[in-house]
């Protein structure tokens, strides 16, 4: 009867991590993360992406669990959450079509998708509907991806790296990006292109909220852990000051 109780008490802590074995996945880090120790880091002062490298170790620590984290292309990692059990995967976007396909945590960070231009070649759009003919590089099945799709977008162009469409825009051989506004610098430092040569049209694509997403095999009580790991980093001044730290 001890033994049961003491085991009933570690299993409502919410300290307590599962014996499962988490798979945890990341997308397009560009330069913001390091390898070291058989897992990945964010670098200091690297952008958003080196921040939720940083968020996610920390939530982990707290969940009592040193699974390593891995870069993969975006579309892979939707597939391995998807489809694979024990998987975590972020960041990601929470649309309609993604709802039900697995268990949310968050919101990590908020921010907002525009169409960016070349400064020197400017579109003149105003409109979604203005750019649909256009060439748009997106990151390859991103939530950009999906809506520019839905919309009938003719000339979509597909890259594994944010800094590659800015390359791609600089160069001429795509006359739009789309983009968060959030880790902008970064992505255009990333890309070796100068920040005055490219700006947000008027053509705002959503307001996302990032969030970490687990795979449908995760437990009821385990994405309660997660949520309240955040929410503790929250209100400890944790979160804030990893961001400063890494995002900014």
């Known amino acids: 009867m001890r033994v049961t109780l003491i085991t009933l008490l570690l299993l409502l802590s919410p300290g307590y991590a599962s014996a499962e074995h988490w798979q945890v996945y990341t997308h397009s880090l560009g330069e913001q993360g390091v390898a070291g120790g058989g897992t990945l880091h964010g670098k200091e002062h690297g952008g958003k992406r080196a921040f939720y490298l940083e968020l996610v170790h920390a939530l982990l620590a707290e969940l009592g669990s040193t699974a390593p984290i891995s870069e993969v292309p975006l579309a892979r990692g939707l597939k391995l959450v998807t489809e694979q059990p024990h998987v975590v995967l972020f960041n990601l976007s929470r649309t309609p079509e993604r709802e039900s396909l697995v268990y949310w945590v968050g919101p990590t960070l908020q921010e907002t998708d525009y169409l960016y231009e070349s400064s020197a070649a400017p579109t003149g759009i105003h409109h979604l509907s203005d750019a649909r003919d256009l060439p748009v590089c997106i990151l390859n099945g991103s939530s950009h991806d999906a809506l520019l799709v839905q919309q009938s977008f003719t000339q979509l162009k597909r890259h594994n790296s944010y800094s590659g469409c800015l390359r791609m825009l600089a160069a001429g051989r795509v006359q739009l990006v789309a983009s968060a506004d959030s880790g902008l610098q970064q992505k255009l430092a990333e890309a070796q292109v100068d920040p005055a040569h490219i700006r947000a049209t008027p053509v705002v694509l959503g307001h996302d909220r990032g969030f970490i997403a687990l795979s449908k095999d995760t437990s ?29």
């Open 220 to 248: 009821p009580n385990d994405v309660a852990r997660w949520q309240a790991a955040l929410d503790k980093l929250r209100s400890n001044g944790q979160y804030q000051a990893l961001y400063q730290r890494y995002g900014q």
